[in-house]
């Protein structure tokens, strides 16, 4: 892939999706600039591209460190957020500042630096519980925590500073991402980077209800892939995509796959289900299929068999 971007900014860049995304941008050849408070990423992150991007410690609110990074960018990829639901919606009012706000900021810093595009990293929190699937980036929307609706809002304002100020924005909807450098500390963090946890250190997981409820896991490269599409399709400018896979596998399923790779057999322990947890979530991709050519490169089989190489090594 050639997509032939000069200057990038990077906020959120020391995260989890946001050092992939560095990542890749650095292979491709790209100067690349990250702005990270490192309140949930870490420097370790970037260690192998540390001495070939440009790194920023700063707040996404800190107008002035912001106007600085996005200095004679061409794309903004918007990472940065308080990515625990859990803790909005113990903070909801400190999590809007870094998540409305910060968003805001940063879409403005696109506008005045004249940035050609801002990429932004949204949810399929925005559907909520809709028993409609898959979930279609035109259905009604149901946001249930504050975390949606401050994602829901980056969308609106996203929309805003396209169609008043011509600052071309791209929003993508993230289904459930999982991949090597998924952080699996809190009860709260992806399945996947808990029971690959689990697994390593051959411990039962533990399964919230009956474990057939459903997930669309999409591995962190294609998410990758996807904003690389979304920063450079010309149809793209405008519009907000779902990004998934289009395929859906259940907890027990998962559990099942990843105990092949641990060669061991261990009988998860089943609790309650989660209060407000959602049964089912897949993704349709017809639209990003069609406006970006996005299609996932990577099985689930693969993506989970590399996800398991990398726990496997972290934990030596
Ligand atoms: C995802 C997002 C969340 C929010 C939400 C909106 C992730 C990691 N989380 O939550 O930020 O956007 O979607 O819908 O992408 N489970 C277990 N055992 C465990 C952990 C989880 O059984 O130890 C179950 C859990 O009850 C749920 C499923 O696994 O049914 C997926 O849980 P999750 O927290 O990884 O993701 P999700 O979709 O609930």
Redesign the pocket.
């Known amino acids: 892939m050639n997509f032939g971007l000069s200057r990038v900014l990077v906020t959120g860049g020391a995260g989890f999706i946001g050092s992939h995304l560095v990542d890749t941008l650095v292979a491709e050849g790209c100067d690349v600039v990250v702005l990270d408070n490192l309140s949930s990423g870490s420097l370790s992150n970037l260690k192998h591209v540390k001495d070939k991007i440009t790194f920023y410690k700063g707040d996404i609110q800190d107008q002035k460190i912001l106007m600085e990074a996005a200095k004679n960018c061409e794309v903004i990829f918007h990472q940065a957020a308080m ?3 859990t803790k909005t919606v113990d903070n909801p009012v400190d999590s809007a500042f870094i998540n409305d706000m910060g968003t805001l900021f940063v879409l403005d810093a696109g506008r005045k630096n004249k940035v050609k595009r801002v990429v932004l990293a949204s ?3 925005v ?2 519980d809709d028993p409609l699937l898959p979930k279609h980036e035109n259905m009604p929307l149901k946001p ?2 504050p ?2 609706v401050q994602k829901l809002t980056g969308e609106l304002n996203a929309r805003i500073y396209h169609d008043l100020y011509g600052l071309e924005t791209v929003c993508l909807r ?4 999982y991949g090597p450098r ?1 952080d699996p500390s809190s ?9 690959m946890t689990k697994a390593v250190s051959k411990k039962p ?5 009956d ?1 057939k ?1 459903y ?1 669309d896991f999409v591995f962190v490269k294609d998410v990758v892939k996807a904003n690389l599409l979304a920063a450079t399709e010309d149809d793209a400018a405008g519009q907000i995509f779902n990004i998934g896979t289009g395929k859906h596998v259940s ?1 027990n399923n ?1 559990w099942d796959m990843i105990s092949l790779f641990s060669g061991l057999k261990i009988e998860p322990e089943y609790i309650p ?2 209060p407000g ?3 089912e ?1 897949v993704a349709s991709i017809e639209q990003a299929k069609s406006a970006l050519g996005f299609e996932p490169d990577y099985l689930f089989e693969k993506g989970l068999e590399i996800t398991f190489k990398w726990y496997k090594d972290s934990r030596k």
């Open positions: 990515v625990s639901v949810s399929s929190a559907y909520g249930m925590s975390y949606a993230y289904f459930n991402v998924q009860p709260y963090s992806g399945v996947i980077s808990i029971f997981p533990v399964i919230y209800g474990g409820q997930r907890i998962l289900s989660r947890d959602i049964i979530s």
